[in-house]
């Protein structure tokens, strides 16, 4: 096998790997969720051209050996060297998009799109004279005197761009900053290398390899908006439900004080600071958006259950064990955990006094929660709404790394909460 043999198979390989990375990433862009319409309108028509660029590209290769085939080469080279320039008024679009600017009048739009059709009205002329370049009858590529002419509008593309990224880079977020940068400079680089050396490979893989890296660092800052935007609405949800108190469990409160003031005005005292300490750390957790220290959520607990006990005084008994206190969790997740035992706990149905255990231990890596009680149990199948308090926890502890699981059955329900020892 010759040198030259080598060289053009390994084109093939080369050409049919950006090919499938191209495909790859055409799916991707059409099929993720997280991807915003404007960012999905971007790659897919983005990773569109670039498939078609490596096609003409590949067409070009199988067609070079041949001298009968000169003309389907002449039409190749033409779509291999206007497509990937396409790439740089739909850029334009979407980096004006980014900033918020319209599309309507804007000069970096109207210049890229001036540029691109100069292009293509130079290849076009190409296509009839021999002073911009030409295919010989053995298929091989020839620099006219003029091929400068076309170098001119393919870099003034890429500047034009970089100049207005770096002009917008205010506007910008970091991230979206290093992606243009890294979706316009190895083009640029490529380009200034075809200036002296027919390199339409090289072109394509840079083409190619921005478009990628671009992708992916634009894809991760959406999806960490996403999860920001997820746990915010969890959040909401949360403060939503918190807000909805049982209106049985205020009218009982309520109720019992008034009977207690009579039979036992020391208690009723009690049970009315217990019940303003619940609804103090109810309202403060609701406004929190950061976390919190356990020992705030454990008092909130604490407050809540006292004030259940002074209701079923003699069917609701809770067992503390919590040496470990000194580490954070977010807000309102111990306490809805807790009043869903005593919501389930409290059946009719079920005959015996409720028990709930609660237990903190800390491990190497990690805080560890345990709520346990020898309830009914209930089912997590059913209407969503249902355990909405409780997905909105698990969402909740799993933006910081922690982790909610539930086992409940007949014999009782014991939820264990995770909380990474580094979470602030």
Same mark, same amino acid.
């Given at each position: 096998m010759t040198a030259d043999t080598i060289l053009i198979y390994s084109y093939y390989f080369t050409g049919g790997a950006l090919f499938l990375l191209a495909l790859l990433g055409l799916a991707v862009s059409a099929k993720l969720a997280i991807i915003d319409k404007h960012s999905r309108r971007f790659f897919v028509s983005s990773f569109f051209?670039?498939?078609?660029?490596?096609?003409?590209?590949?067409?070009?290769?199988?067609?070079?050996? +041949?001298?009968?085939?000169?003309?389907?080469?002449?039409?190749?080279?033409? /779509?291999?060297?206007?497509?990937?320039f396409l790439l740089m008024p739909i850029l334009s679009a979407y980096i004006l998009h980014c900033c918020e600017e319209k599309l309507r009048n804007s000069v970096l739009f109207n210049t890229e799109?001036?540029?691109?059709?100069?292009?293509?009205?130079?290849?076009?002329?190409?296509q009839f004279t021999?002073?911009?370049?030409?295919?010989?009858? +053995?298929?091989? /590529?020839?620099?006219?005197?003029?091929?400068?002419?076309?170098?001119?509008?393919?870099?003034?593309?890429?500047? =034009?761009?970089?100049?207005? =990224?770096?002009?917008?880079?205010? $506007?910008?977020?970091?991230?979206? /900053?290093?992606?243009?940068?890294?979706?316009?400079i190895p083009p640029m680089i490529a380009m200034i290398i075809q200036a002296f050396a027919t390199v339409f490979l090289l072109i394509v893989i840079a083409v190619s390899i921005s478009a990628f890296s671009m992708f992916w660092i634009i894809i991760t800052d959406q999806h960490e908006q996403y999860i920001r935007q997820q746990k915010e609405i969890a959040?909401?949800?949360?403060?939503?439900?918190?807000?909805?108190?049982?209106? %049985?469990?205020?009218?009982?409160?309520?109720?019992?004080?008034?009977y207690l003031c009579e039979q036992n005005p020391r208690k009723g005292q009690q049970v009315i600071m217990d019940f303003i300490t619940y609804l103090r750390?109810?309202?403060?957790?609701?406004?929190?958006?950061?976390?919190?220290?356990?020992?705030?959520?454990?008092? %909130?607990?604490?407050?809540y259950l006292a004030v259940e006990q002074a209701q079923f005084d003699d069917i609701l008994f809770v067992e503390y064990d919590t040496p470990q206190v000194q580490f954070r969790i977010p807000p309102l997740t111990l306490q809805p955990i807790v009043e869903n035992?005593?919501? %389930?706990?409290?059946?009719?149905?079920?005959?015996?006094?409720?028990?709930? /255990?609660? $237990?903190?231990?800390?491990?190497?890596?990690?805080?560890?929660?345990? =709520?346990s009680d020898n309830g009914p149990g209930f089912k997590m199948t059913g209407k969503p709404e249902a355990h909405m308090a409780l997905d909105n926890i698990r969402f909740?502890?799993?933006?910081i790394g922690g982790q909610l699981?539930? +086992?409940?059955?007949?014999?009782?329900? $014991?939820?264990?909460?995770? =909380?990474?020892k580094n979470v602030r």
């Open positions: 051209i670039l498939v078609l660029s490596i096609i003409a590209y590949l067409t070009d290769l199988l067609v070079f050996s +041949d001298p009968y085939l000169a003309s389907i080469e002449k039409i190749a080279s033409f /779509f291999e060297t206007l497509l990937p799109l001036v540029l691109w059709f100069m292009l293509f009205a130079l290849l076009c002329v190409s021999k002073d911009i370049y030409y295919i010989t009858p +053995d298929n091989q /590529f020839v620099r006219g005197r003029w091929y400068p002419l076309l170098i001119f509008p393919m870099l003034a593309l890429m500047l =034009v761009n970089l100049a207005g =990224v770096i002009r917008r880079r205010k $506007k910008l977020t970091k991230k979206y /900053f290093i992606a243009f940068l890294l979706y316009l959040d909401q949800r949360t403060r939503i439900t918190m807000l909805q108190m049982r209106p %049985h469990f205020i009218y009982n409160t309520m109720m019992s004080i008034y750390k109810n309202f403060n957790a609701i406004a929190s958006n950061t976390t919190i220290p356990f020992l705030e959520e454990l008092e %909130h607990t604490r407050a035992s005593v919501k %389930h706990g409290m059946d009719p149905d079920f005959a015996e006094p409720l028990r709930i /255990f609660i $237990k903190t231990e800390i491990t190497k890596s990690e805080n560890k929660i345990t =709520v909740r502890l799993e933006s699981t539930i +086992d409940s059955g007949n014999n009782g329900t $014991k939820v264990v909460i995770t =909380v990474p």
